[in-house]
């Protein structure tokens, strides 16, 4: 991060305290001692406007939109363009970003690599990254064609409209208690496909109020659930 211009890591439920003492991050002590910690990815992207989750594509089936490497930057520079927050999410060493993880994301970004070895460790993979990004964000081709519009619903709000969904969904008894996680995951996943403008966001949040305060008041003594 220190080598290629970026200044701003949060770690995500870390191994306290050790993570902070690492001794190769030669040159990069005050990243590590400013680095954020925090308990889940929830809270880690709650102000975001972009995720971009990083991983192979040789054993998984995507459910995001996915670039390869050399195509984010204009992505990245029409989000910086409307004044968007991003994240770029990367993994454990062991086993990368897991399924649930990438259903914060908006995008998936692949880097192209031989097929016949396509892992690389954390650090490798940060590293071509991060220099991609600060080499062809400069390029006259990852400049915005147009005036993007203005300002995207934050992962936070994202989240908060699909616990209001959900909640509505549990009112009308939509499905089983089983296929609660489920419904919460696609919920993640389908929210974020469609890209909501904050204004947006707050009329079908205003919808989705108004639905379950009539629900919940005709689930009152006088009437039961149908």
């Not at 308990?39 to 996915?66: A, M």
């Not at 016949?116 to 590293?127: D, E, F, K, V, Y």
């Not at 990254?129 to 992962?155: F, G, M, Q």
């Amino acid at each position: 991060m220190a080598n290629f211009g970026f200044g701003n890591l949060t770690a995500v439920a870390p191994f306290e305290p050790h993570w902070r003492e690492a001794k190769s991050a030669v040159g990069a002590e005050s990243l590590l001692q400013n680095a954020r910690s925090t308990r889940s990815i929830t809270e880690s992207v709650r102000d975001c406007t972009l995720v971009i989750g990083t991983g192979t594509l040789i054993y998984r089936k995507p459910e995001q939109r996915v670039v390869q490497l050399p195509q984010l930057a204009p992505i990245i520079a029409n989000e910086l363009a409307r004044e968007g927050r991003i994240a770029l999410l990367f993994g454990p060493e062991k086993h990368g970003l897991t399924r649930e993880d990438l259903s914060y994301c908006h995008v998936l970004v692949e880097i192209p690599t031989d097929r016949r070895r396509p892992s690389m460790n954390l650090g490798q993979a940060a590293a071509v990254c991060l220099y991609e990004l600060s080499s062809r964000l400069t390029e006259p081709s990852a400049k915005p064609a147009e005036e993007p519009d203005r300002v995207a619903a934050t992962s936070g709000s994202l989240d908060a409209l699909a616990d209001l969904i959900e909640q509505t969904m549990i009112a009308a008894n939509y499905s089983p208690r089983a296929m609660r996680p489920a419904n919460r995951y696609d919920l993640r996943l389908l929210l974020r496909r469609l890209n909501l403008r904050p204004a947006d966001l707050r009329r079908v949040l205003g919808l989705f109020r108004r639905i379950l305060w009539r629900l919940n008041r005709r689930s009152g003594p006088d009437h039961l659930p149908r």
